[in-house]
């Protein structure tokens, strides 16, 4: 009872769960031998063993045509190959890998070919006779040179899903399989059913009415295997079978066959607008009405009503011929026999589970899993599965379960009949046009995938599969895991327990979601509570990870709100993030990304635990300028140094004044420490203790290594910036005059260009207010200042050698704004700090109940202030005037709401 307490313990019996087991490396609850398996393969964590990595910042790109990838479908997955490299740059041979998210498997598979040689070589890296893996980059003089980044040797991974569904291809994925013996096993199990169900696939070649009665007694005779070995019949193996929605007219009345009246027979391609047969009136899909049919449910022992569906082509081989036809009165009565018929084999029959998903289809009576199925498939499978023997033999049942449904669009991509189509990814979608492929057919395929699987990854690294919540790991000691790659359910993308239901009704185990980490309706889960059981997980994988080592997230979500939820989650679990990438599919290469508004795309986020050192330390130097220091320096040693494509370095954003004082002040406010300068006191320390290069920010030693390898680029790109808000807008313009020192009026036309997508609820700055208060003009008085000088030196001849008080040089410098010094600039941020409180302030006095435009820095600057002075209870009460989405989509005012409540102790709203 005790170990059914633990969360996440799936929902079946004792015996389901046993039989699906394969301990110690699989269970389908969670796995007594965890302890065990750290305890044989792990190393005790040790401070004075040096551990030193960068963020991994190269470009990643696998595609996913990988007879890996492709054995088995899920709703996410990660290519192997991928993860690989980010496996080999953190770890070395023997390190314990966790992935708490498994989902497929993949990282287990990854941490496997880490100790296979061709394919670590077929990545790109060179391995040496001593196994040592080096990565090819060039040198100050373009020379080729290799820098050893890890050793060829497989990784110990545990793998643990809440899903039974994911866990279980998961161990099918890692689990060491004998190739020829799995084949022969799953050949014989395909033969048994060919010999039993081939007849309910067969169909007539032009036949003639004699021998479609012929066929007709065959089947309804207690031997229907017969009918394949009837030579006097001229038969065909169907490849496919399309089935059609029926609705009614609704002028007529009359019944509407969806394939018959809105396909057209030229193209393949549906319709929008069609004439009804009956009565020539012009209707769209979208104005019929369903028909209904009364039948027999066998299963469930009940009289259903299910929208009615019936076949209306056969696509079949008669030899290797292909040919295609209308069903006749032998394929309708095969049908019907069929359907009439009981199935000698368990099939699943459960109820589907209440979701913002599985309940999709209840209204067209499909309700129960079996219904899901054409009764030959369902037969065929369910034949199959018990020729398989025990229920963790039947990988090759799950991956066919959703292939053979009738959530099986029919297609005809390029107008070749048939082509494409497919389930709708992350749905239960039930078409109008199904495409019913044979089991046996399907089976044969997936044999072949799952035989090639097992003759590619039969490999003796050990991998640990588990099925329970990654919110708790008791089994799991703290300080134990080297590194984590994890994929974890993002907001509402996927009903992961509601999709994978079909496949764990063949199991016999299922999904207990209410630890699940989604955004679901039915669940009564949104952001709030997403977020606070992704903190769960993240906090246990901090507990579990060794102080300075790194977890990588992949991150799918074009919300800003669920990646701001995210990144709170993560930093308030304790990690720092480092670095943020996107991934352009398109192009196969990552971009950083330095604002929530940019995330479109699959985002890599690098995180680490900071040492024991740093938290010791700071435990004596929490709320000092000395704590700060020593966070940006053992920051700054996480960082990488520099990064390059085809000839052009990148600025590192990370490495950027304002990102390292958000990364600061996010360490000291997760820890619940006052912050002890202000931002233009943190740029100001910034300049003076750590050498600047290209607006970017290092250690000395580090200065010193990205100065050799700056020379072997051409130019060090700029990030692409989007203004949005007043905090982009600053930056913006800090790029700008960085670059090229310039008056207003050279500004103004190109902010005008820039604020397009200026946020509606910000409050609208006049480009005057944003340049007074954040930069300096120079009146044409005095020297003219370096920042200006070197800009006009460098780029008009007529300039050049000129002392900087000469008339020429300040009358072309006259008027001209840039980016103050870090002494100056403290002078200007304490004005500007002044105004934002008298902003903030009316906006804590105001009787109105939202602020529906107002000054989002205003705001920040006002919750900074009241977190230094204890008053949590001005942050909540502002928040409270903030529209929602606001607040969830700025991941400052996130950091400081969620923490305000954590210590006022209140609910969220």
Same mark, same amino acid.
């Given at each position: 009872?005790?170990?059914?307490?633990?969360?996440?313990?799936?929902?079946?019996?004792?015996?389901?769960?046993?039989?699906?087991?394969?301990?110690?490396?699989?269970?389908?609850?969670?796995?007594?031998?965890?302890?065990?398996?750290?305890?044989?393969?792990?190393?005790?964590?040790?401070?004075?063993?040096?551990?030193?990595?960068?963020?991994?910042?190269?470009?990643?790109?696998?595609?996913?045509?990988?007879?890996?990838?492709?054995?088995?479908?899920?709703?996410?997955?990660?290519?192997?190959?991928?993860?690989?490299?980010?496996?080999?740059?953190?770890?070395?041979?023997?390190?314990?890998?966790?992935?708490?998210?498994?989902?497929?498997?993949?990282?287990?598979?990854?941490?496997?070919?880490?100790?296979?040689?061709?394919?670590?070589?077929?990545?790109?890296?060179?391995? =040496?006779?001593?196994?040592?893996?080096?990565?090819?980059?060039?040198?100050?003089?373009?020379?080729?040179?290799?820098?050893?980044?890890?050793?060829?040797?497989? #990784?110990?991974?545990?793998?643990?899903?809440?899903?039974?569904?994911?866990?279980?291809?998961?161990?099918?994925?890692?689990?060491?399989?004998?190739? !020829?013996?799995?084949?022969?096993?799953?050949?014989?199990?395909?033969?048994?059913? $060919?010999?039993?169900?081939? %007849?309910?696939?067969?169909?007539?070649?032009?036949?003639?009415?004699?021998?479609?009665?012929?066929?007709?007694?065959?089947?309804? *005779?207690?031997?229907?295997?017969?009918?394949?070995?009837?030579?006097?019949?001229?038969?065909? +193996?169907?490849?496919?079978?399309?089935?059609?929605?029926?609705?009614?007219?609704?002028?007529?009345?009359?019944?509407?066959?969806?394939?018959? @009246?809105?396909?057209?027979?030229?193209?393949?391609?549906? +319709?929008?607008?069609?004439?009804?047969?009956?009565?020539?009136?012009?209707?769209?899909?979208?104005?019929?009405?369903?028909?209904?049919?009364?039948?027999?449910?066998?299963?469930?022992?009940?009289?259903?009503?299910?929208?009615?569906?019936?076949?209306?082509?056969?696509?079949?081989?008669?030899?290797?011929?292909?040919?295609?036809?209308?069903?006749?009165?032998?394929?309708?009565?095969?049908?019907?026999?069929?359907?009439?018929?009981?199935?000698?084999?368990?099939?699943?029959?459960?109820?589907?589970?209440?979701?913002?998903?599985? #309940?999709?289809?209840?209204?067209?009576?499909?309700?129960?899993?079996?219904?899901?199925?054409?009764?030959?498939?369902?037969?065929?499978?369910?034949?199959?599965?018990?020729?398989?023997?025990?229920?963790?033999?039947?990988?090759?049942?799950?991956?066919?379960?959703?292939?053979?449904?009738?959530?099986? !669009?029919?297609?005809?991509?390029?107008?070749?009949?048939?082509?494409?189509?497919?389930?709708?990814?992350?749905?239960?979608?039930?078409?109008?046009?199904?495409?019913?492929?044979?089991?046996?057919?399907?089976?044969?395929?997936?044999?072949?995938?799952?035989?090639?699987?097992?003759?590619?990854?039969?490999?003796?690294?050990?991998?640990?599969? *588990?099925?329970?919540?990654?919110?708790?790991?008791?089994?799991?000691?703290?300080?134990?895991? @080297?590194?984590?790659?994890?994929?974890?359910?993002?907001?509402?993308?996927?009903?992961?327990?509601?999709?994978?239901?079909?496949?764990?009704?063949?199991?016999?185990?299922?999904?207990?979601?209410?630890?699940?980490?989604?955004?679901?309706?039915?669940?009564?889960?949104?952001?709030?509570?997403?977020? $606070?059981?992704?903190?769960?997980?993240?906090?246990?994988?901090?507990?579990?990870?060794?102080?300075?080592? %790194?977890?990588?997230?992949?991150?799918?979500?074009?919300?800003?709100?669920?990646?701001?939820?995210?990144?709170?989650?993560?930093?308030?679990?304790?990690?720092?993030?480092?670095?943020?990438?996107?991934?352009?599919?398109?192009?196969?290469?990552?971009?950083?990304?330095?604002?929530?508004?940019?995330?479109?795309?699959?985002?890599?986020?690098?995180?680490?635990?900071?040492?024991?050192?740093?938290?010791?330390?700071?435990?004596?130097?929490?709320?000092?300028? @000395?704590?700060?220091? =020593?966070?940006?320096?053992?920051?700054?040693?996480?960082?990488?140094?520099?990064?390059?494509?085809?000839?052009?370095? $990148?600025?590192?954003?990370?490495?950027?004044?304002?990102?390292?004082?958000?990364?600061?002040?996010?360490?000291?406010?997760?820890?619940?420490?006052?912050?002890?300068?202000?931002?233009?006191?943190?740029?100001?320390?910034?300049?003076?203790?750590?050498?600047?290069?290209?607006?970017?920010?290092?250690?000395?030693?580090?200065?010193?290594?990205?100065?050799?390898?700056?020379?072997?680029?051409?130019?060090?790109?700029?990030?692409?910036?989007?203004? *949005?808000?007043?905090?982009?807008?600053?930056? %913006?313009?800090?790029?700008?005059?960085?670059?090229?020192?310039?008056?207003?009026?050279?500004?103004?036309?190109?902010?005008?260009?820039?604020?397009?997508?200026?946020?509606?609820?910000?409050?609208?700055?006049?480009?005057?207010?944003?340049?007074?208060?954040?930069?300096?003009?120079?009146?044409?008085?005095?020297?003219?200042?370096?920042?200006?000088?070197?800009?006009?030196?460098?780029?008009?001849?007529?300039?050049?050698?000129?002392?900087?008080?000469?008339?020429?040089?300040?009358?072309?410098?006259?008027?001209?704004?840039?980016?103050?010094?870090?002494?100056?600039?403290?002078?200007? $941020?304490?004005? #500007?700090?002044?105004?934002?409180?008298?902003?903030?302030?009316?906006?804590?006095?105001?009787?109105?109940?939202?602020?529906?435009?107002?000054?989002?820095?205003?705001?920040?600057?006002?919750?900074?202030?009241?977190?230094?002075?204890?008053?949590?209870?001005?942050?909540?009460?502002?928040?409270?005037?903030?529209?929602?989405?606001?607040?969830?989509?700025?991941?400052?005012?996130?950091?400081?709401?969620?923490?305000?409540?954590? +210590?006022?102790?209140?609910?969220? #709203?």
């Amino acid at each position: 009872p005790e170990f059914r307490k633990i969360e996440g313990f799936p929902i079946g019996s004792d015996e389901d769960i046993l039989a699906l087991s394969d301990p110690p490396y699989y269970t389908a609850c969670p796995n007594p031998f965890i302890e065990d398996f750290i305890k044989h393969y792990g190393k005790p964590y040790d401070p004075n063993v040096p551990y030193s990595k960068e963020p991994f910042a190269a470009d990643v790109s696998e595609g996913k045509n990988d007879p890996i990838y492709n054995a088995h479908s899920y709703h996410t997955k990660v290519p192997h190959k991928a993860i690989m490299r980010y496996v080999l740059h953190y770890t070395e041979p023997d390190d314990v890998v966790l992935d708490g998210f498994c989902g497929t498997g993949m990282t287990g598979v990854a941490g496997q070919f880490c100790g296979d040689r061709s394919t670590i070589e077929g990545l790109g890296y060179r391995v =040496d006779k001593h196994l040592s893996i080096s990565q090819k980059s060039v040198d100050e003089n373009g020379s080729p040179t290799y820098s050893p980044i890890s050793h060829c040797g497989g #990784r110990n991974v545990l793998l643990n899903d809440l899903s039974s569904a994911a866990s279980f291809v998961a161990y099918n994925y890692n689990k060491p399989t004998n190739a !020829r013996d799995f084949q022969s096993i799953s050949l014989k199990s395909l033969a048994a059913i $060919e010999q039993e169900c081939g %007849w309910m696939y067969a169909t007539l070649h032009k036949p003639s009415r004699s021998e479609i009665d012929h066929a007709i007694s065959i089947i309804r *005779s207690s031997t229907p295997e017969n009918l394949l070995s009837t030579s006097s019949l001229p038969i065909g +193996r169907i490849n496919y079978v399309v089935w059609s929605d029926v609705f009614s007219c609704p002028e007529c009345g009359e019944e509407i066959v969806f394939w018959e @009246d809105a396909m057209d027979r030229t193209s393949w391609q549906v +319709r929008s607008d069609f004439n009804c047969t009956h009565c020539e009136v012009s209707i769209g899909k979208r104005n019929l009405e369903r028909s209904f049919e009364t039948r027999i449910d066998r299963e469930l022992g009940l009289t259903i009503r299910q929208a009615k569906q019936i076949p209306v082509l056969i696509h079949y081989y008669v030899g290797k011929q292909k040919f295609i036809k209308d069903p006749d009165d032998f394929d309708l009565a095969l049908l019907k026999h069929i359907d009439t018929s009981d199935i000698p084999y368990p099939v699943p029959t459960a109820r589907m589970p209440a979701g913002d998903e599985s #309940r999709r289809n209840d209204p067209l009576g499909i309700t129960h899993v079996h219904h899901f199925y054409t009764r030959r498939n369902l037969w065929s499978l369910a034949a199959f599965a018990s020729h398989q023997g025990t229920a963790r033999n039947i990988v090759n049942v799950t991956s066919v379960a959703t292939v053979i449904t009738k959530m099986y !669009r029919f297609r005809s991509q390029g107008g070749s009949l048939g082509a494409g189509g497919g389930p709708l990814s992350g749905t239960l979608y039930v078409p109008s046009l199904m495409k019913e492929i044979p089991i046996p057919k399907v089976l044969g395929e997936h044999i072949k995938k799952w035989t090639r699987v097992h003759e590619i990854t039969n490999t003796p690294s050990p991998v640990l599969v *588990s099925t329970q919540s990654s919110t708790a790991f008791p089994l799991l000691l703290s300080n134990t895991v @080297d590194y984590i790659f994890t994929d974890p359910p993002f907001g509402s993308n996927f009903m992961y327990s509601e999709l994978n239901f079909l496949w764990e009704a063949w199991l016999g185990v299922f999904t207990n979601n209410s630890s699940e980490a989604i955004e679901c309706k039915s669940q009564k889960k949104g952001l709030l509570e997403y977020q $606070e059981l992704m903190y769960k997980c993240f906090a246990e994988y901090y507990r579990v990870l060794k102080p300075g080592r %790194w977890i990588t997230v992949e991150f799918h979500n074009s919300k800003n709100s669920v990646w701001n939820a995210i990144q709170e989650a993560l930093q308030h679990a304790g990690f720092v993030i480092a670095d943020v990438r996107t991934l352009d599919k398109k192009q196969g290469s990552f971009k950083q990304v330095t604002a929530a508004g940019t995330v479109k795309q699959d985002l890599i986020i690098s995180a680490y635990k900071p040492n024991g050192g740093l938290e010791e330390r700071f435990k004596i130097e929490a709320g000092t300028e @000395d704590g700060v220091w =020593d966070f940006v320096r053992t920051h700054l040693k996480q960082l990488p140094v520099f990064v390059s494509k085809n000839g052009q370095a $990148e600025v590192i954003a990370e490495r950027q004044n304002y990102l390292l004082f958000d990364r600061m002040v996010a360490f000291h406010v997760q820890r619940g420490v006052t912050v002890p300068m202000s931002a233009a006191e943190f740029y100001a320390g910034l300049e003076q203790r750590f050498p600047p290069r290209d607006s970017m920010y290092f250690l000395p030693d580090q200065a010193a290594e990205y100065d050799k390898k700056r020379m072997t680029v051409k130019e060090v790109l700029q990030l692409q910036l989007f203004v *949005s808000d007043e905090a982009s807008a600053i930056q %913006w313009l800090k790029q700008l005059l960085t670059k090229k020192p310039q008056t207003f009026q050279d500004i103004h036309p190109q902010f005008l260009k820039e604020i397009g997508g200026w946020q509606k609820h910000e409050k609208a700055l006049e480009l005057s207010e944003l340049l007074e208060q954040n930069f300096l003009r120079y009146d044409g008085k005095g020297e003219v200042l370096s920042q200006i000088h070197s800009y006009l030196s460098s780029n008009f001849k007529e300039l050049r050698n000129l002392p900087k008080d000469d008339p020429a040089l300040r009358a072309k410098a006259k008027d001209r704004w840039y980016v103050p010094d870090p002494n100056k600039a403290s002078d200007l $941020e304490k004005l #500007r700090e002044r105004t934002l409180m008298r902003e903030f302030e009316e906006y804590r006095e105001t009787k109105q109940k939202r602020l529906k435009v107002f000054r989002l820095e205003a705001v920040r600057a006002g919750f900074k202030k009241a977190w230094q002075e204890r008053d949590y209870a001005t942050i909540i009460a502002v928040a409270r005037k903030i529209p929602e989405k606001i607040l969830q989509e700025d991941p400052k005012l996130l950091m400081w709401y969620d923490q305000a409540v954590t +210590r006022m102790g209140e609910p969220e #709203r």
